[in-house]
């Protein structure tokens, strides 16, 4: 069973790729927090993961206080929680604003631009995801500020490189569809490079990734995860898993440091949470569609869980929704 798959059921990913560069070396571009960029690629965006894929030469990316990653063809950085960050090669040069760049870019959507000094070529396809931030934090918690993984150690990872590449190439042309192709194969990315990373976690790695992974625990959270409505006990869950309680109990909190069923009630308010600010459901519906037998008990629950009771929670999400800044005009 796929944990991975049934949280991205709910979280909705969506993606698309934003832009497609050739740098001649010396150059540097500086990436802002994904917050500054979300009103030019994804106005009222929860969250926003950035992704550059270089397809061609040799870069490097840094968080703004951190060390260089080296990128070679074929790898793909990730920066699951929009830290600021640099992608660069050659000798020092001043960086580029990229957001004074997403102006240009968005109005001329995937043709190719060039920056740099005129040296040693890298080309990079940039792409980003769109996700609801309180289901998200269940996988993004596990991940570090910046990682890479190499996409063409498998046929998969080139198949789906090559696919990348002839789309954005064929971007141009205005083929009807051709957005819709690019967002999924942007998902497509995000979600095998996720895949890539669980599997090349170190043997002692806990948290939630590595709770996934785990055969027995990963059935379990896929469990909860299908459906959390379902009245789920630890003999239930052990069971299913085909461990004892103890056993489960005991690996469960060794991966996600609490007890099966803490994680079980969190996950169901946290999609209550979702349910209240994204739906027209009265909250007894949703109380049901998340396991609670009924309002009062889910009304209490989550008002422990977020201090204030469903009503208010919902209004307040609402206010701020009504309250987002418009996107940004190019």
């Given at each position: 069973m796929d944990v991975l798959s049934e949280v991205l059921k709910v979280v909705k990913l969506q993606g698309a790729m934003f832009f497609n560069?050739?740098?001649?070396?010396?150059?540097?571009?500086?990436?802002?927090?994904?917050?500054?960029?979300?009103?030019?690629?994804?106005?009222?965006?929860?969250?926003l993961i950035i992704y550059h894929l270089l397809t061609e030469g040799r870069a490097s990316a840094r968080l703004l206080d951190g060390e260089r990653i080296t990128l070679d063809a074929g790898d793909i950085v990730i920066f699951p929680h929009g830290d600021a960050h640099i992608i660069e090669y050659g000798p020092p040069t001043k960086a580029v604003d990229i957001v004074?760049?997403?102006?240009?870019?968005?109005?001329?959507?995937?043709?190719?631009?060039?920056?740099?000094?005129?040296?040693?070529?890298a080309r990079f396809i940039c792409g980003y995801m769109a996700c609801e931030p309180r289901l998200s934090q269940v996988f993004l918690s596990g991940l570090p500020p910046v990682f890479k993984v190499p996409i063409r150690n498998?046929?998969?990872?080139?198949?789906?490189?090559?696919?990348?590449?002839?789309?954005?190439?064929?971007?141009?042309?205005?083929?009807?569809?051709?957005?819709?192709?690019?967002?999924?194969?942007?998902?497509?990315?995000?979600?095998?490079?996720?895949?890539?990373?669980?599997?090349?976690?170190?043997?002692e790695q806990t948290g939630w990734l590595a709770g996934a992974r785990d055969s027995e625990i990963g059935k379990t959270l896929a469990l909860m995860h299908r459906n959390p409505a379902q009245p789920w006990t630890i003999a239930s869950l052990a069971k299913e898993a085909g461990l004892s309680r103890s056993v489960l109990a005991e690996r469960f909190r060794h991966y996600l440091n609490e007890p099966p069923m803490a994680y079980l009630t969190h996950w169901r308010l946290q999609l209550g949470a979702q349910m209240l600010a994204s739906t027209s459901y009265s909250v007894s519906q949703i109380a049901s569609e998340v396991g609670y037998e009924s309002e009062a008990a889910f009304n209490r629950a989550f008002k422990r869980e977020f201090t204030v009771p469903p009503a208010r929670f919902r209004s307040q999400s609402r206010s701020a929704q009504a309250n987002l800044p418009p996107a940004r005009k190019i």
């Open positions: 560069g050739e740098f001649s070396s010396p150059w540097s571009v500086c990436s802002p927090p994904s917050h500054a960029v979300a009103p030019y690629l994804a106005p009222g965006a929860g969250h004074k760049e997403l102006a240009r870019a968005a109005s001329r959507g995937l043709k190719l631009a060039r920056m740099g000094g005129g040296g040693e070529v498998d046929a998969s990872g080139r198949w789906l490189e090559n696919s990348i590449r002839f789309s954005v190439n064929e971007a141009d042309a205005s083929r009807a569809g051709g957005e819709a192709v690019l967002a999924k194969l942007s998902e497509v990315l995000f979600v095998e490079t996720l895949r890539a990373y669980i599997a090349h976690l170190p043997a």
